[in-house]
C-alpha cells in the first residue's frame, strides 16, 4: 500500500469512533465512551491510531494529539465548515447540544454519509485537507469552542449519566465497586474518577484534554456562563448576523450549576480541585463553589 492509499484509509479507521450522539435532533443514541475498559488490543489499536493520524493527516501533523483521552473519540469533537468558515471543538456537557444546533439551523453545509444530525454534520479534522488545516489560523475561518465550570459540568455529567440509568452506569459499575445498576451518591463517582475513571468518557474527562487547537490560538473560548453573549458573538462573526431573541437551550438539563453547594462534600471537592486543575487553570475559573 503506497503512502497516499494509507493517508486516505487512516480517517475513514478513525471515523469508527464517530457514532450518533444523544441529543440529536432524531433523538439516537451515542456511546460516547473515551475506552470501554482498557484492554491490550485496544490499547494496540490506539497506538497505532494515534501514530497514523499524527505521522500522515494534515490537520493532526500540524495539531498533534499527545493527550490521555483516545484519539478515536477526540476526532468527533471537532467540526468544521468550509462553506461557513468555522471550526467549533465540542465540549460534552457545555452547552453542546445548544451550540451544535444554532450552527446546524444556520448552516447548510452536510458533510457527505453525515445524515441530517446536528452533532454530526460538519466536517471532522481526520477528513480536513491542508489548504482547510492552513486556514484555521487565517482570519478566514473562525475557531471556537465554549467551556463550563468544572464543579458544574462534573455535577452534571454525573446526574445525567448516572442518576437517569445511561449505559455508563453498567459499563463501569465494577470499577465503583457497586452492583450493576445500583445508583452511587456524587462523592463516590468522583472516587470512581480519582481511581482511573478521569479519561473514560468525554461528558467528564477534563475539558482541556479536549482541546483540538492550543487554547491560546481559538478565537473565542466561550462559557456556558455566558452564553447568550458569546453565542451572539459566534453568530455575528460567522454570519454576520446578531440574535434578536433569547437563546432556546437545548439538550438533557439538570440544574447542576444551582446544586453545587448541595452536592459538594469537603471530599468531592478536594477531588475535583486535584482532577480538573488543568480546566481551572486554562479557562480562567476560580476553585471555589
Known amino acids: 500500500m503506497t503512502f497516499e492509499e494509507i493517508s486516505r484509509e487512516v480517517p475513514a479507521f478513525l471515523q469508527l469512533g464517530d457514532q450518533p ?49 483516545s484519539i478515536f473519540h477526540l476526532n468527533v469533537r471537532g ?7 468555522f471550526f467549533y471543538n ?13 450552527l446546524a439551523e444556520n448552516s ?18 481526520a477528513f ?11 482570519d478566514a475561518v473562525f475557531t471556537f469552542t465554549v467551556v463550563r465550570n468544572p464543579y458544574a459540568r462534573v455535577l452534571s455529567a454525573y446526574q445525567d449519566k448516572f442518576l437517569r440509568g445511561k449505559p455508563q452506569l453498567r459499563r463501569y459499575a465494577s470499577m465503583m465497586n457497586c452492583p450493576d445498576g445500583q445508583v452511587l451518591d456524587f462523592v463516590e463517582f468522583c472516587r470512581f474518577l480519582d481511581r482511573g475513571g478521569l479519561y473514560l468518557d468525554a461528558h467528564w474527562a477534563p475539558q482541556s484534554c479536549l482541546m483540538l487547537l492550543p487554547v491560546p490560538e481559538f478565537d473565542l ?32 438539563s439538570t440544574g447542576a450549576d444551582g446544586k453545587l453547594r448541595a452536592q459538594y462534600t469537603d471530599e468531592a471537592k478536594d477531588i475535583v480541585d486535584r482532577l480538573y486543575a488543568g480546566d481551572f487553570d486554562a479557562f480562567g475559573y476560580e476553585p471555589t463553589l
Open 21 to 69: 450522539e444523544r441529543g440529536s435532533r432524531t433523538g439516537m443514541k451515542a456511546d460516547t465512551s473515551m475506552a470501554e475498559m482498557r484492554t491490550p488490543s485496544r490499547e494496540l489499536k490506539e497506538r497505532l491510531a494515534r501514530g497514523l493520524a499524527n505521522s500522515l493527516l494534515p490537520f493532526f501533523r500540524r495539531y498533534p494529539y499527545r493527550g490521555p483521552c
Open 79 to 85: 467540526a468544521y465548515s468550509p462553506i461557513d468558515g
Open 90 to 102: 465540542r465540549i460534552p456537557k457545555a452547552a453542546n447540544t445548544t451550540v451544535s444546533g444554532i
Open 108 to 125: 447548510s453545509y452536510h458533510r457527505p454519509f453525515s445524515g441530517n444530525r446536528d452533532k454530526a454534520r460538519m466536517l471532522r479534522p
Open 128 to 138: 480536513m485537507s491542508r489548504s482547510q488545516v492552513d486556514s484555521l489560523s487565517t
Open 221 to 252: 473560548v466561550a462559557k456556558v456562563e455566558t452564553l447568550d453573549r458569546d453565542m451572539a458573538t459566534i453568530m455575528n462573526r460567522i454570519w454576520g448576523i446578531t440574535p434578536t431573541e433569547k437563546l432556546k437551550k437545548a439538550g438533557t
